[in-house]
């Protein structure tokens, strides 16, 4: 049974660099999966990041994608979020989720945890 | 980017009820479309997937209807467990877009 572990610092200060893990057990990342960031501010909805396959394609949300970076470690069985130039607005729980293909398209069908990330001074 | 509206906001029911929520996309995104369930501290759920499937593990009382603009999830006899917050997500178009969901609370 697949499950993914997020970590990274719980505080990053305003203009750093936000950059999270996504540890993958019980599967390996490259196997025919997309993988996912999504990410929920205190208090409201989720927001798609973006995802990555092991082949290194990537998809990013256009609200993010100068700021965003995702990365696959095949190595470590494990993938990677950078978010730069952190704001307030940053400040969320941040997913890491599995997407499962359908045919055309994925969906999450495993999610980690979460981890909080706040940004602040 | 395609907007996913949800109604109600809240919905709410007593356990044995029916439940029927509603997520409409501001153009079409032909069957795919999600639901999650989230409850308070915990990662969202997949329920649905392509409108009307049902994820693995996903019991019975569960079911997903509509393609295009509208689509409906249906909780045919509320269980205590129920209770959570449900979102819609559509992966038709880029980027991704999530409904700001439906909160089901006990009445």
């Known amino acids: 049974q697949v499950q993914l572990q997020e970590s990274g610092p719980g505080l990053v200060k305003p203009s750093g660099t936000l950059s999270l893990t996504c540890a993958v057990s019980?599967?390996?990342?490259?196997?025919?999966?997309?993988w996912s960031w999504v990410r929920q501010p205190p208090g409201k909805g989720l927001e798609w990041i973006g995802e990555?396959?092991?082949?290194?394609?990537?998809n990013y949300n256009p609200s993010l994608k100068s700021r965003v970076t995702i990365s696959v470690d095949k190595s470590k069985n494990q993938f990677s979020l950078k978010l730069s130039s952190v704001t307030a607005a940053d400040t969320a729980v941040y997913y890491c989720?599995?997407?499962?293909?359908?045919?055309?398209?994925?969906?999450?069908?495993?999610w980690g945890k979460g981890t909080t990330v706040t940004v602040s001074s | 980017e395609i907007v996913l509206t949800q109604s109600p906001a809240t919905l709410s029911l007593s356990p044995g009820e029916r439940a029927t929520l509603s997520c409409r996309a501001s153009?079409?995104?032909?069957?795919?479309l999600a639901w999650y369930q989230q409850k308070p501290g915990q990662a969202p759920r997949l329920l649905i997937y392509?409108?009307?499937n049902r994820a693995t593990g996903i019991p019975a009382r569960f079911s997903g209807s509509g393609s295009g603009t509208d689509f409906t999830l249906t909780i045919s006899s509320l269980e205590p467990e129920d209770f959570a917050v449900y979102y819609c997500?559509?992966?038709?178009?880029?980027?991704?877009?999530f409904g700001p969901g439906t909160k089901v609370d006990i009445k």
């Open positions: 990555i396959y092991h082949s290194g394609s990537t």
């Open positions: 153009q079409s995104v032909s069957s795919y």
């Open positions: 019980g599967g390996s990342i490259s196997s025919s999966n997309w």
């Open positions: 989720a599995r997407g499962v293909i359908t045919g055309k398209v994925d969906y999450m069908d495993v």
């Open positions: 392509d409108a009307s």
């Open positions: 997500q559509q992966r038709s178009n880029w980027p991704s877009t």
